[in-house]
Structures are given as structure tokens and as C-alpha cells.
């Protein structure tokens, strides 16, 4: 059988969980199946047309934050129309259901992966939140399968649609480092640094960090604590903009980072990792912390506890709540050891690769 990839930036992932999801299910499933990976031509300097027995097609795509995507994957499945016709198509995120009409008409097999509720996101507007939940809507009557990352994604289609999904969450892996090099490049000491990992927007909170970050130093002004957030948007952004004013000796925000060493050494060594997604399923950047000895702070929604249960603590979204969850772990009053342990066992046991792959493998052998 032939799987066409259709929906993300493409292979090497370089940018979010959609695109690690790709490469590390191709890779586990490429020698039972012919693999065809859309990539988006601007976003790679080099371009093979293979990796790992990969397929890697590169197309253009439109450079407007509302139209990049949906123009890339309208080219992709043109192309596989033209040049994999006996394929099915894996496509990845619900934005994309209209681009999808074609393959339907020519009664293709299509799964969707849905990801998370982009219409709750603040940085669409009226018309960009309208089409996303529209775009869901239609997923829904488009495609053969629903994935759903989560129970809780799962189980808003089935009470908004009245739509059964397939459930495969994100993996991830255990990652520990015994170099502190990166620490020193920092300035930054094991355990006296909180850190976020996250993209510089709303629904993710990172100035609700900042905020509470400075309110404790001002009410511990001898920590010696600081806080370090990377990432940034690929976008315009008044929001991304402010963050960035608040820099400083103790705010230390690096931009984008995708060296894996440097980002292992850094969760691995923080006092706690912050997660302010509050929009979304199973998110791979919560899976990663898990998977590498952070103690974690995340954002009290249902996504986040269904993910880590007992491996944090939570807090609400205001100052006072994640202000409290930071006294707690820097005065010790929480039990950082239990939690890690729960969340490096998680891992092994529900978020690995190697499970995820089959089940991707399985779905999509049976649609």
C-alpha cells in the first residue's frame, strides 16, 4: 500500500508536533509501505528527495499566516491525484477538510487528524475562527477516519458531531543529558531556572509566566531564580512583540531552538517547566518535558490533566494561581522525584513511538 503524508511543513521536523508525528511514524511503518511525505518548499534550504526510504515531494506554498497551509496541501493533493492515484491520504489538521474535496469526489481513502479546537485560538480573527470550526464541521462528512490525539478531542466531536474518532495520541521519548555546557552558555544554574518551551501566542500563556515570574522575584528578591522561555511566532505579532520587551538578566528569551541536546539539557536540569497550552489534545512539547525529567506546572485544563495526571501541579489562568505554584515547588513543598518518576513511566507505557506507529500503521491499512 501507498500513504501519502499531506498537511505539515514536512520531513526533517524542524518546527512542531505534526511534523515529528510524520517522521517518526513514516520511518517505523516505511518498510511494509510505500511512503510519500508533502514538504513545503520554502521552509528547506536542502532538499532530498529521499530520506530513510521517505519519499520527500516539495511543493510551494502561499506565505500569509491564513493561507499557507490550506494552499499547500490544495498542491499536494493534486499531486497525488496526478501521480499516486491508487494512494490513500494521511492528512494532518482540520483546516485543511476543504482542500480535500477532489480525492473524496474520486472516492479516495482519507483519514484526518484534527489536532486541537484551532477556533478557540486568539490569534484568528472573527472570519479565521469561523472557517476553522467550519473546517471541522466538514472533516467530519470528508473523511473515511477521525484521529483524535486525545479522549477529551474525541469526545468534543462525538457530542458536537455526533462522530466516532480513532484515538492515537503524540509519542515521545525518554531523553536525559549529562552535560551542563549549555547551562554555562545561559547563565544558567541546575535547578534555579523555571522554563517554557512554547510558541509566543495567547492560548499559550508565556506572559502569564513573565507576569508571575517577576511577582515572585519581587517577593523573593535573594532566589537567584530566572526564567527562560523559547520560541516565537513565524508571524507578526503585537503579542510576541510585548514578550519580548520583557527581557532582562533574569528573563532570558532565546528565540526559536531545535538543537534536541540543548533542549534536553535544559529541561532535564529546570526547577519546573511551565505549560500554558490550554487549547489542543494530546501536545507534543507537555509529552517532551514528560519524557525528560521535568518537573511540570500546567495549565489546569482538561487536555493537560488527561496527559499528565499525577506527573504536576496546576494552576488556573491568573497571577495568583501560578504565583502559589511556584512558591510551592521552590520552597519544596510539593514531591518533584514522585511526580517526574509518574510521567517517565507514563511514557514508556502510553506515549511511545513504537505503539503510535502501529496504531497509524493498523488505521490506515483498515480505511
Known sequence: MKFLFIGTRGIPANYSGFEICVQEVAKRIQNTHEIVVYARRGHYFKRPNSIDNIQIVYLPSLKLKSFETLSHTFLSVLHGLVFHWSAKYMVFNPANSFALILPWIFRKKIALNVDGLEWKRDKWNRFGKIYFKLAAWFSTKISDTIVADSKGMAEYYKLKWNTESRLIEYGSYINKSINFDNLKNFDLKRNKYILQVTRLEPENNPLLTIQAFKKFKLDNPNSN????????????SNYSNNIKKEKRND?????YLYDLNILTELRNNCLAYIHGNQVGGTNPALLEAMGSYSFIIARDVNFNREVLENGGIYYEKNLESLLHCL???FHEKVNRKKAIDFSI???KKYYNWDRIALNYKEMLENI
Open 225 to 236: 531564580l530566572k526564567l527562560i522561555i523559547i520560541g516565537d511566532v513565524p508571524y507578526k
Open 251 to 255: 528573563i532570558i528569551l532565546p528565540g
Open 327 to 329: 512558591k510551592l515547588t
Open 345 to 347: 513511566n507514563k511514557i
